[in-house]
């Protein structure tokens, strides 16, 4: 959604409630047998996951290549950001979080936040010396990137001891096209639905 607002494609979005089993219904399963959200439905192209998708958006709408530069480096920086943010990142906060509220475990495992710390020090280290992930400017990295962390202190997970995380949270907010009402707004629905999973 932040990729679409910055290079002004409007989106006819459609949700679903993942916990009443929406995704699960016929039609959704035929454009996309994974089932699973976000899917982009382009004309007669259909592509799920949301990283290639902030890609595929960034790459036929964007007016330049800032948000996803043609540059082979600096592009190679942006995916590899984009992967560390699939593959470690979020997967790590997954691990400390969704046991619980998905899978009905009564606590949070602390050595998981530990390792989601590890990889916040990562990122905090990845951010030293430039304004945005990738350099001085927005990138769809920074896109992703924002989308997950906006998410953790709704998860009461303390960022202060990242203060490049911090500062770059703070520039995003200010810099970037539809953050307040895309990715704050979305982090504060995340955070009602993990608070009400987290007090049953």
């Keep these: 959604m932040l990729t679409a607002k910055a290079v002004g494609v409007n989106l006819n979005l459609k949700e679903f409630d993942l916990f009443k089993g929406e995704h699960m ?8 047998p994974q089932h699973i959200v976000p899917t982009l439905v382009d004309g007669d192209f259909v592509l799920w996951e949301s990283r290639p998708i902030c ?6 709408f964007g007016k330049d290549d800032t948000l996803y530069p043609s540059d082979l ?3 190679a920086e942006v995916d ?7 593959g470690t990142l979020f997967h790590r906060f997954g ?5 619980v509220i998905f899978r009905g475990e009564k606590t949070f495992d602390e050595e998981k936040l530990k390792k989601l710390h590890e990889a916040l020090g990562w990122l905090n280290t990845f951010l030293s ?5 990738v350099g001085n400017n927005i990138t769809i990295a920074d896109h992703v990137l924002s989308a997950t962390v906006e998410t953790f202190p709704e998860a009461n997970i303390d960022l202060t001891s990242h203060p490049n995380v911090v500062s770059w949270l703070e520039r995003c907010k200010t810099k ?3 953050y307040e009402e895309i990715n704050i707004a979305g982090a504060k629905d995340w955070g009602k639905m993990f608070k009400s999973r987290c007090n049953k």
């Design 80 to 86: 590899r950001l984009n992967y560390f943010d699939q």
């Design 73 to 75: 480096r600096k592009r």
């Design 129 to 133: 010396g430039h304004d945005f992930a």
């Design 25 to 32: 219904n016929p039609e959704f399963i035929a454009l996309n």
């Design 176 to 178: 970037m096209p539809g």
């Design 55 to 60: 890609s595929y958006l960034a790459s036929k």
């Design 95 to 99: 691990e400390y979080v969704f046991p």
